[in-house]
T-cell receptor, first 113, second 113 residues
Framework: GQQLNQSPQSMFIQEGEDVSMNCTSS?????WLWYKQDPGEGPVLLIA?????ELTSNGRLTAQFGITRKDSFLNISASIPSDVGIYFC?????????????FGKGITLSVRP | EAGVTQFPSHSVIEKGQTVTLRCDPISGHDNLYWYRRVMGKEIKFLLHFVKESKQDESGMPNNRFLAERTGGTYSTLKVQPAELEDSGVYFC???????????FGPGTRLTVL
């Protein structure tokens, strides 16, 4: 089946640093989404991308939909302690149509004050 | 606007028992999804409802799992009889009929002993 690869499993950064996370796949996805999960909560949608090459920002977050449609990255700039959590990428097979999402295993981000 | 809600937040049952999980989607969202995350693994798709109809149930693991969405509002996911490998966090998500931005509930943590 389709898989999304996120690595490393954990990242440790200093407060104020920027961090970049990649998500890759051997299959094409036509929608890419990034979610963040805090302990005891459900995943919260950060950014949704619908077009190959699209670059979208949401505050200190920037995400890009790879031109090959097989990858995406998420950038967090000037990290703060509340950025701690698990970051998941997710891919959907269609553009703009409701369908199941395939998730990566997630990257646990720790931010040292 | 209220988000996706799930009940219960935790459930501990013994192998062979029955458990029913409930999800209330965001009001007006026709699309409702069930996902599951087993410890250390990725979030995996189980099933997708459009209103009261099952659009895609390709992720349902076996016939011990039964999902319903009578009336196209809330949904239930019943596991009968539960097995040890059913332990995990069950997430529900909902979306409008435009785009594929899925909003997740807090999850139900199911432990089968």
């Amino acid at each position: 089946g389709q898989q999304l690869n996120q690595s490393p499993q954990s990242m440790f950064i200093q407060e104020g640093e920027d961090v970049s996370m990649n998500c890759t796949s051997s299959s094409i996805f036509n929608t890419w989404l990034w979610y963040k999960q805090d302990p005891g909560e459900g995943p919260v949608l950060l950014i949704a991308l619908y077009k190959a090459g699209e670059l979208t920002s949401n505050g200190r977050l920037t995400a890009q939909f790879g031109i090959t449609r097989k990858d995406s990255f998420l950038n967090i700039s000037a990290s703060i302690p509340s950025d701690v959590g698990i970051y998941f990428c997710a891919g959907g097979p269609y553009t703009g149509a409701n369908s199941k999402l395939t998730f990566g295993k997630g990257i646990t981000l720790s931010v040292r004050p | 606007e209220a988000g996706v809600t799930q009940f219960p937040s935790h459930s501990v049952i013994e192998k062979g028992q029955t458990v029913t999980l409930r999800c209330d989607p965001i009001s007006g969202h026709d699309n409702l999804y069930w996902y599951r995350r087993v410890m250390g693994k990725e979030i995996k798709f189980l099933l997708h409802f459009v209103k009261e109809s099952k659009q895609d149930e390709s992720g349902m693991p076996n016939n011990r799992f039964l999902a319903e969405r009578t009336g196209g509002t809330y949904s239930t996911l019943k596991v009968q009889p539960a097995e040890l490998e059913d332990s995990g966090v069950y997430f529900c998500a909902s979306s409008t009929d435009r785009g594929n931005e899925q909003f997740f509930g807090p999850g139900t943590r199911l432990t089968v002993l």
